[in-house]
């Protein structure tokens, strides 16, 4: 038995140059990174995604709220002002993300409108029968 090679796209972490992260909400959410905010019903998620799009709408650009369970009129739009959102810096889009046309819709979008948060709240119920 000769000596075990590992898979030509294995790669050392000696050979990982490290980067410092760059913070959208210092020490919590990182910049260009997937953060999941998950709890309980009613324990907040909405009012703090609305609170963290204000933040970002104030200072550091666009924002897509995508949210299917709240209204836009009635509650996610008046949740923003509350949080004093820049309302112009905010839209509201259900992006594709299950097809390559909708993941290349969603990119011209955030490059044209310099969005930096994407903001998705979905809340689907489980209903089982029998």
């Known amino acids: 038995m000769g000596r075990y090679k590992p898979p030509e796209d294995a790669l050392r972490a000696s050979h990982?140059?490290?980067?410092?992260?760059?913070w959208l909400l210092e020490g919590r959410i990182p910049r260009g990174m997937i953060t999941l905010v998950a709890g309980r019903p009613g324990q907040g998620k909405s009012l703090f995604s609305a609170w963290l799009a204000a933040r970002v709408s104030?200072?550091?650009?666009?924002?897509?709220?995508?949210n299917d369970e709240d209204l836009?009129?009635?509650?996610?739009?008046?949740?923003l002002r509350l949080a004093g959102a820049d309302l112009n810096r905010v839209h509201f889009w259900k992006p594709t993300?299950?097809?390559?046309?909708?993941i290349a819709q969603l990119d011209r979008f955030v490059r044209a409108m310099k969005i930096r948060l994407l903001v998705v709240d979905r809340w689907r119920r489980t209903i089982r029968t029998g």
């Open 16 to 22: 990982v140059k490290e980067r410092e992260i760059e």
């Open 97 to 102: 993300l299950v097809s390559a046309d909708g």
């Open 58 to 66: 104030q200072r550091d650009g666009g924002v897509i709220f995508s």
């Open 72 to 79: 836009k009129a009635e509650t996610s739009r008046p949740r």
